[in-house]
């Protein structure tokens, strides 16, 4: 017990309960108690104020965080959009200058396995594309809150970049030259008589010879486009059918219906695409008017060579920066949930926020 001489005024006690200028055990625990309570409230009331001081920056802080990935996203953007548009004209250039040549009689059949290789790697690049086309359609698919607008405005992105390299490949067999009328046989020039009978030295001509062989390669190369040409029809009349009843699901959003229906129109135009494009590789060929020599030709298979693995490269980084784009895309909407989460929180907890309503 503490002992405190006896005050003249005795309501100046924490307690009535006093006993010979004594504070009771119990009355002492009640002051306690008090001053406890009081400095409990106190510390609730700042740590209150520093909460609601810490939410208030917080918000300003991730508002910059999201402008920051906001830039980000932006530049990775822009490059891929350059680096895009520097491989098409790649690729153009490439084809542009194989359809107009052919071969000779001294590169023989060498152009034409060049147009060849360059179409086996334009398919390569055509499938590339569908590949990431399924991967994006399944994470539309898989993920409800996925960026609906901007994942089709990719997928748009990625049917125009195919739809280019198509109609490159038929460019390429359209250049290929069919046959023609060359007579097989050529005289040589030596005649002579035997027992009364006129003879002449003749041999299989070298124009015929190149004739033949640019008549089955043109032919091989008709037949597989047309096969392919096929192919894409029949997937895309079973993809048009498919877009055809996701359109008329029950129980669509406006938006979702909006972009089944862009998916559809998107289908429906590829397919009449491909449709003319079958007719085009069926047609006769336009003989292109240079021919190139074998050495000429021998430069031209390095140089496909050399193109298509600066090419790949290209397409393998861009697919790269693509890939990091949509996953900083995502960070970013989901960046945008929370700031919106806190800002809710502050309008309805903050007394500063309810002053400015």
């Given at each position: ?16 309960g006093?006993?010979?200028g004594?504070?009771d055990?119990?009355?002492?625990k009640?002051c306690l108690?008090l001053?406890l ?7 609730a ?21 999201i402008d920051?990935?906001?830039?980000r ?5 822009g490059e891929?959009?350059?680096?895009s548009?520097?491989?098409?004209k ?9 359809s ?6 001294d590169s023989?059949?060498?152009i034409s396995d060049?147009?060849g290789?360059?179409?086996a790697?334009l398919?390569r690049l055509?499938?590339i594309?569908?590949?990431?086309r399924?991967?994006?359609l399944?994470r539309l ?6 960026e609906k ?12 970049l195919a ?5 490159d490949i ?7 030259p ?7 046989y050529e005289n040589?020039?030596?005649t002579?008589?035997?027992n009364?009978?006129y003879?002449?030295?003749?041999r299989i001509s070298e124009?015929w ?5 640019d008549k089955?390669e043109?032919?091989k190369?008709?037949?597989e486009?047309?096969?392919a040409?096929?192919k894409?029809?029949a ?10 009843n996701?359109?008329n ?5 406006d938006?979702?219906?909006e ?5 559809l129109a998107n289908v429906?135009?590829?397919?009449q ?12 060929a336009l003989?292109?008017?240079?021919s ?5 030709a021998d430069d031209?298979?390095s140089?496909?060579a050399e193109a298509?693995?600066?090419i790949g490269?290209?397409?393998r980084?861009?697919l790269?920066?693509?890939r990091e784009a949509?996953?900083e895309r995502e ?5 945008r949930e929370?700031l ?9 907890n903050d007394?500063?926020a309810?002053?400015?309503?």
């Amino acid at each position: 017990m503490l002992i405190f001489s006896e005050p003249k005024d005795s309501n100046l006690w924490c307690n009535s309960g006093r006993l010979n200028g004594v504070i009771d055990r119990q009355t002492m625990k009640n002051c306690l108690c008090l001053l406890l309570v009081g400095t409990c409230l106190g510390f609730a009331q700042e740590s209150a104020t520093v909460d609601l001081a810490a939410r208030r920056e917080s918000v300003v802080t991730l508002k910059q965080r999201i402008d920051a990935r906001q830039k980000r996203l932006d530049e990775v953007a822009g490059e891929i959009r350059d680096r895009s548009a520097k491989t098409d004209k790649k690729i153009e250039d490439l084809v542009k200058m194989l359809s107009g040549l052919k071969d000779s009689q001294d590169s023989k059949r060498r152009i034409s396995d060049v147009k060849g290789e360059a179409a086996a790697g334009l398919k390569r690049l055509v499938e590339i594309y569908r590949t990431e086309r399924r991967n994006t359609l399944a994470r539309l698919a898989k993920d409800p809150a996925a960026e609906k607008e901007a994942l089709s405005t990719d997928l748009a992105a990625m049917d125009k970049l195919a739809e280019k390299r198509i109609a490159d490949i038929v460019e390429l067999v359209k250049s290929m030259p069919g046959g023609t009328d060359v007579q097989k046989y050529e005289n040589d020039g030596d005649t002579y008589y035997d027992n009364g009978t006129y003879y002449e030295n003749s041999r299989i001509s070298e124009a015929w010879r190149q004739n033949r062989r640019d008549k089955v390669e043109t032919e091989k190369a008709r037949r597989e486009a047309q096969q392919a040409l096929e192919k894409a029809i029949a997937d895309l009349s079973g993809r048009r059918d498919t877009a055809k009843n996701a359109v008329n699901a029950a129980g669509l959003s406006d938006a979702e219906k909006e972009i089944r229906q862009q998916e559809l129109a998107n289908v429906e135009g590829m397919l009449q695409q491909r449709k003319a494009q079958l007719v085009e590789v069926s047609r006769p060929a336009l003989t292109p008017e240079e021919s190139a020599s074998k050495n000429e030709a021998d430069d031209l298979k390095s140089l496909l060579a050399e193109a298509r693995s600066d090419i790949g490269s290209d397409v393998r980084k861009t697919l790269t920066l693509y890939r990091e784009a949509v996953v900083e895309r995502e960070n970013i909407r989901d960046l945008r949930e929370n700031l919106a989460a806190r800002e809710k929180w502050l309008q309805e907890n903050d007394p500063e926020a309810k002053k400015d309503k």
